[in-house]
């Protein structure tokens, strides 16, 4: 089955949809007009119950089926990206530094499509909670709903959500079981020494020393610590220290950045990293303190619910299930914690990347992932 003939009927608004939030991006947690739009179509539609400001402007929409029954949660982002768009679009952004470059315009246009064929038909036993969320790209939008306590409020079961690939055929889906998406932890070391004469270093504790000590030996927690067979990137990407050719600088400041799949892999980084910095300090007689800027948690799936997700999406069009991961990170991470679920990816074809000044999401894109949305609550939640 391709895609369903009422969400294929849909095509001319769901197009006039994407290209106008495409036009009228918005930021982080401010995405206001973007919700209204949502919320005025999700009216349109019928839904039963509407809930406005979760996470500041998200919305959550439910939508009963026919019979009574467990409740699934399907989620599409809304914010834009700080940056000029060049696609040269007619519906290109008319916000001069605010551009939809991740897709996510389509992700709710998608499942708005999605939302109008289930209030209409409503073939399912139980209820589709419509979660759009605001700060995906940056700030944790979903972070903030799952702490606000979406979950447990709507009761949802399992979570599903797209979001769009190219380079992967238009309509064409890709996932895998367990984690597709990366950890991301900022990190930020603060080594503190006795600053003196570059002449008489023996009255100096020497921070930039250290520092050079610290950066080669980290870099074997990688390529000692870790199953070889895991994935971790552990990259410095600033050393900061001294302002003279005479002067032994007092402190020195090492940056960088730890990415990794699996929650134990993480946990050891970490651990390791504190006692690589705390034995580096000592053996050069400086003080180093470690701070981590946590992002967001790895992208975990479901093996059975990705499983499920996969041959749903099969039934619309081709169909990676054991596709690649990728080092990105993505917020949909604290809902796949908080319930099990599955993130796929859809194919916008040979475009340009996301983020990409020149991307554009693919309308009929949205017309499968509408058809999956639709198709995946009423398999999820069969009548009886
Ligand atoms: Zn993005
Ligand atoms: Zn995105």
Not at 69 to 93: F, K, N, Q, Y
Not at 301 to 328: H, L, S, Y
Not at 344 to 368: C, K, M, R
Request: with cysteine; charged share 20%; glycine share 12%.
């Amino acid at each position: 089955m391709p895609v369903i003939n009422r969400i294929a009927g849909l095509a001319p608004e769901m197009k006039a949809w994407r290209r106008h939030l495409h036009a009228h991006p918005e930021l982080g947690f401010d995405c206001h007009a973007t919700a209204a739009f949502v919320v005025e179509r999700l009216r349109a539609a019928g839904v039963d119950e509407i809930h406005e400001g979760l996470a500041t402007s998200g919305v959550v929409a439910l939508i009963r089926g026919r019979e009574p029954g467990p409740v699934i949660g399907l989620r599409a982002d809304m914010d834009a990206l700080p940056m000029d768009e060049d696609t040269g679009a007619a519906h290109a952004s008319t916000v001069p530094g605010r551009m939809h470059a991740c897709g996510h315009d389509g992700h709710t246009t998608m499942l708005l499509g999605a939302a109008t064929y289930l209030a209409e038909t409503r073939n399912f036993a139980g209820t589709v909670a419509l979660i759009f969320q605001p700060a995906e790209e940056n700030g944790g939008g979903g972070q903030v709903m799952v702490a606000e306590g979406v979950m447990d409020r709507f009761d949802i079961g399992r979570v599903y959500a797209l979001h769009t690939l190219p380079g992967l055929p238009v309509g064409h889906f890709q996932t895998t079981p367990g984690p597709i998406l990366a950890a991301v932890d900022d990190f930020r070391i603060d080594i503190t020494g006795r600053g003196g004469h570059a002449a008489m270093p023996q009255e100096s504790r020497d921070p930039i020393i250290a520092a050079c000590a610290l950066v080669q030996a980290l870099q074997t927690i990688v390529s000692r610590n870790a199953d070889p067979r895991e994935d971790l990137v552990l990259s410095v990407t600033q050393v900061h220290a001294g302002s003279a050719d005479n002067v032994i600088p007092a402190t020195a400041v090492v940056r960088g950045t730890l990415r990794t799949f699996l929650p134990g892999m993480r946990a050891m980084a970490r651990a390791r990293m504190e006692a690589v910095i705390l034995g580096t300090a000592l053996a050069h007689g400086v003080e180093a303190g470690l701070t981590f800027i946590e992002g967001y948690p790895p992208t975990v799936n479901d093996p059975a619910e990705t499983a499920f997700a996969a041959e749903v999406a099969a039934g619309i069009a081709p169909t990676n299930p054991e596709g690649m991961r990728d080092m990105g990170a993505e917020d949909f991470a604290f809902m796949l914690e908080a319930r099990p679920g599955a993130y796929l990816y859809i194919g916008n074809g040979d475009t340009p990347g996301v983020h990409n000044p020149g991307f554009d999401f693919d309308d009929e894109a949205a017309l499968y992932g509408a058809s999956f949305f639709a198709t995946l609550a009423e398999r999820a939640l069969p009548l009886g």
